[in-house]
């Protein structure tokens, strides 16, 4: 229990107002001094000294910021050094606590060169008890009710076996027992624990008794919680780059999520959602999934970015294969072309497929038989296929006169278009006539 008690240690300044520009100290004076609160602490690892500091009202507010350091024990921070502005009342405040008994001492220093040195002394823990906390008070719990704090008491082996007990209360939260209050007797091995878990981020107090003396304070903190849900893209298989065929894109929220918050926007690098963008809010349904589906008409990896009230993200991708089509057609506008270099007739091949587009890119081959089966001309500026599943090249028949000033071919021509799938090939012909 901390004592009535305030030790306090003021450092002097005997120099010349221009000795302390950087104080802009209208005159010769302190500048801070330091308190503690009590004159020990039981070195029990959490009970703990308040060191204030005070700067003097002709301290420039930039300047008040002190620097603490400690040859024993730990600040809040977990470590032996710690930095504290001072707030509006010209106080900078720090926490002090040890789990190892001894004399130390306490540093605290102002713009590097302005230092006081407080004594502090840790004594033995007198009470019969270790106590354990997991995890560890310095990184806080979720207040989402199910993560918590396992307190952990090993009695001395001294005490009688009826002595071996504890009692607890806490200001918030909750222990293993659904209530505020609890009482602990220890086991067979002198051990006894419970857990504290909460709804709050308010820091809980608990309070410790054993055989009905009050040993100690403990404070525990709580942070809030995240909102724990979880994004995937859920196909039940491959999903081709159709620009049709969805991936269902779901997030689950955490049931501690309030009902009207159970919201996210997704947003994706590639592709469109339902609404025609690549942005687009979902809104959960009664069992905590929200849903959207997403199609795409590139094939790769497509990213999906899940944002929570603008603070907190998770990615996830799906992969788009390749669409390939199930039909070709050929076609041409006219169905003769007159001999001759000069002479072009223009063919489209179009690409389709039973589900959506195919993707861009095929590579669509051409040739021209005569009745015979022979070669007859040349395809020009042939292309891959397009967005819009579709080929277009130019065709000529050859010279009207061969080199010995025979005519050419003249007749009936076939021309066929394929494409080469995995297990098969797609073809598709016409028929033109060759003329004078």
Do not use: W
Not at 67 to 90: M, Q
Not at 279 to 302: P, R, Y
């Amino acid at each position: 229990m901390k004592r009535a008690l305030a030790i306090i240690f003021v450092l002097t300044v005997s120099s010349c107002t221009e000795q302390l520009p950087e104080f802009k100290a209208t005159e010769v004076g302190d500048i801070f001094s330091v308190a503690l609160d009590q004159a020990s602490v039981e070195a029990n690892g959490y009970s703990f000294y308040t060191i204030t500091a005070t700067f003097k009202p002709d301290v420039a507010p930039d300047k008040r910021k002190v620097t603490y350091t400690t040859d024993l024990g730990n600040f809040t921070n977990g470590k032996n050094e710690i930095e504290v502005v001072a707030n509006d009342l010209r106080q900078s405040t720090v926490f002090l606590h040890s789990g190892t008994p001894g004399a130390g001492k306490v540093k605290a220093t102002v713009d590097g060169k302005y230092s006081i040195d407080i004594p502090v002394n840790f004594t033995e823990v007198t009470a019969p008890y270790t106590l354990t906390i997991s995890p560890d008070p310095g990184n806080p719990v979720q207040a989402n009710g199910i993560d918590s704090y396992q307190l952990t008491f090993t009695f001395n082996t001294s005490l009688p076996q009826a002595q071996r007990k504890v009692a607890l209360t806490t200001s918030s939260g909750q222990f293993a027992n659904g209530k505020q209050d609890i009482s602990l007797l220890a086991n067979e091995n002198n051990v006894v624990s419970t857990t504290l878990s909460s709804t709050v981020i308010t820091p809980a107090i608990v309070g410790i008794s054993s055989n009905e003396r009050k040993y100690q304070d403990i404070t525990l903190s709580f942070k809030v919680p995240s909102p724990n849900f979880t994004l995937q893209g859920v196909s039940s298989g491959e999903v081709a780059a159709d620009n049709s065929s969805t991936y269902k894109i779901e997030v689950t929220f955490s049931q501690f999520i309030n009902l009207s918050d159970r919201t996210a926007e997704l947003e994706s690098d590639k592709g469109t959602f339902s609404n025609g963008t690549n942005k687009i809010t979902v809104i959960a349904n009664s069992d905590n999934k929200a849903s959207a589906f997403i199609k795409s008409a590139e094939s790769g990896n497509v990213v999906v970015k899940a944002t929570y009230k603008n603070l907190l993200t998770q990615e996830t991708s799906v992969n788009f294969v390749r669409a390939f089509p199930d039909k070709i057609h050929l076609t041409s506008p006219e169905f003769s072309l007159k001999a001759g270099l000069e002479n072009q007739i223009a063919f489209t091949t179009r690409l389709t497929r039973d589900v959506g587009t195919p993707s861009f890119g095929f590579d669509v081959e051409y040739v021209a038989l005569d009745t015979m089966k022979r070669t007859v001309g040349s395809f020009i500026n042939e292309t891959r296929s397009t967005a819009a599943g579709e080929s277009t090249v130019s065709y000529s028949a050859g010279p009207a006169l061969d080199k010995n000033n025979n005519k050419t071919y003249r007749g009936k021509l076939k021309i066929i278009s394929s494409m080469k799938l995995q297990h098969a090939v797609l073809t598709d012909s016409v028929f033109i006539f060759i003329t004078d």
